[in-house]
């Protein structure tokens, strides 16, 4: 985990609201990526950013949207939680394009009621 | 720290003696391959990695094996400790067409002392 921050760790939420979670690294890392774990999907991609203001979208996407205004921040918004957005969420960093291994956060276990 | 509870294939092996975890990919575009250990409460961490032009690479204690005539990669752990019980994940990256990678959903280790 070294390097990479996640915030919040744990975050219980009524469905509806609005959450953002952010993920900082200090690794001057490229390539920033917004994971889900669920039990049986093993990690799916969200979003994924390859430079400040350059994002695209991952296999699981809908119902998310990311940011990346600055180089070591990467930011995950639900606009309207759901419960199907109960999840581990994980954020990982990689060097670049040449670079696949990738290094990941702690985790962020966000809960929608 | 975050984790799921997981509901995986599991493989209980004895202190001391060697563990294989399998994998088998699903895009014979694949071309690098990579080996993650999550932890209980953790993010993934990277392990070791294999490019396609390759059939076996060895680290500490490690050796990945790659078979890409049936699509199959192996984990090998010499003398497994129990420090070793974590969740493996496998993971196919596709370089062309753009960034894309698929990670499998894992298998539990377990190392009875």
């Known amino acids: 985990d070294a390097g990479i921050t996640q915030s919040p760790r744990h975050k219980v939420t009524e469905t509806g609201t609005p959450v953002t979670l952010r993920c900082h690294q200090t690794e001057n890392h490229r390539y920033m990526y917004w994971y889900r774990q669920d039990p049986g999907h093993g990690l799916r991609l969200i979003h994924y950013s390859y430079g400040v203001k350059d994002t695209d979208k991952g296999e699981v996407s809908d119902g998310y949207s990311v940011s990346r205004s600055k180089t070591e921040d990467f930011l995950l918004t639900l606009e309207s939680a759901t419960s199907s957005q109960t999840s581990v969420y994980f954020c990982a960093i990689s060097r670049g394009p040449d670079s696949y291994e990738q290094y990941f956060g702690p985790g962020t276990r966000l809960t929608v009621t | 720290g975050e984790s799921v509870g997981l509901h995986l294939p599991t493989l209980s092996v004895q202190e001391g003696d060697n563990s294989i975890i399998n994998c088998a990919y699903s895009n014979s575009a694949s071309d690098y391959f990579i080996w993650y250990k999550q932890e209980s409460g953790k993010g993934p961490q990277f392990i070791i990695d294999?490019?396609?032009?390759?059939d076996k690479r060895q680290g500490q204690r490690v050796t990945v094996l790659l078979n890409k005539t049936v699509k199959h990669l192996s984990l090998q752990i010499a003398a497994t400790q129990p420090g070793d019980s974590a969740v493996y994940f496998c993971?196919?990256?596709?370089?062309?067409?753009?960034?894309?990678?698929?990670f499998g959903a894992g298998t539990r280790l377990f190392v009875k002392a």
């Open positions: 294999i490019r396609s032009n390759m």
């Open positions: 993971a196919e990256n596709i370089s062309t067409g753009g960034f894309k990678t698929i």
